[in-house]
């Protein structure tokens, strides 16, 4: 299954239906809302290459710890590495892993994505197909893959495959977002982001666009991230509606 590539923006669509229930389900979303009525949260993609679900987790698994910055000038080599675009699993697996090392990707990341391409190409995993069933199948079957962890799949289900209905619940940027969003006296527990986002559903990824972007109007500097693992592809102050900009859990 190739790129997906969705036009939601115009009056009355889908996008502006979601809009209307989130607003109506949540106030502290209803008030983002209303202050950034022209936001795109897919506007930001403009900026990446192409990608399908298997370019999305290298996309994820490359950005894992890093800066955006980083990320991209280490993808901006992998890319090269394969004639300019990301990666089927065959051209990953003819990669030379030394290769795939002086670009940037740590050893762990060589064995992660080299794991994912022999599954990919070896009838194990079925991407395509896959790429068809529910976020909970995709999550449960890319998650037994060491160094694949939820956020690097609820990362790519957004990235590559538009779904609608995803939340990252573990992302310390996104924990911070609502924290200050919701006004709370403390960091959110990635439960207690599970529970606020029950009112957002099923367009839980556009409310998580919203509340990354919203601390995007100030932050100017890139944030380390602190986990082990992924993210999609994360990363730094936030892209509008960047789900891969984000300090990751540690899901390594």
């Given at each position: 299954m190739g790129p997906v590539n969705r036009d939601r923006r115009g009056p009355g669509g889908p996008r502006q239906d979601a809009r209307a229930h989130l607003r109506r389900a949540d106030p502290v979303?209803?008030?983002?809302?209303?202050?950034?009525?022209?936001?795109e949260p897919r506007g930001w993609m403009a900026e990446l290459p192409a990608m399908d679900l298997f370019g999305a987790l290298v996309f994820q698994v490359t950005g894992q710890q890093l800066s955006v910055a980083s990320t991209r000038r280490i993808l901006a080599r992998i890319q090269a590495l394969?004639?300019?675009?990301?990666?089927?699993?065959?051209?990953?697996?003819?990669?030379?892993p030394a290769e795939l090392r002086r670009a940037g990707l740590s050893g762990r990341k060589v064995a992660t994505l080299r794991d994912l391409a022999e599954r990919a190409t070896g009838g194990r995993l079925n991407?395509?197909?896959l790429s068809a069933r529910p976020d909970e199948e995709i999550i449960a079957q890319l998650t037994v893959i060491p160094g694949?962890?939820?956020?690097?799949?609820?990362?790519?289900?957004?990235?590559?495959?538009?779904?609608?209905?995803?939340?990252?619940p573990g992302d310390l940027a996104l924990r911070k977002a609502v924290q200050s969003a919701y006004r709370l006296d403390h960091l959110p527990l990635p439960a207690e982001v599970t529970a606020i986002a029950e009112a957002w559903r099923p367009y839980r990824s556009l409310a998580t666009s919203y509340l990354f972007s919203a601390?995007?109007?100030?932050?100017?500097?890139?944030?380390?991230?602190?986990g082990s693992e992924t993210g999609g592809a994360a990363q730094t102050a936030p892209q509008p509606g960047d789900v891969t900009a984000q300090v990751t859990p540690d899901e390594g």
């Open positions: 979303l209803a008030r983002l809302i209303d202050v950034r009525p022209d936001f394969s004639g300019g675009h990301l990666p089927s699993p065959e051209e990953l697996l003819r990669a030379d991407l395509a197909e694949i962890g939820p956020w690097t799949v609820q990362g790519a289900l957004i990235l590559a495959l538009d779904r609608e209905d995803v939340v990252l601390p995007a109007e100030t932050a100017k500097e890139p944030a380390s991230e602190t």
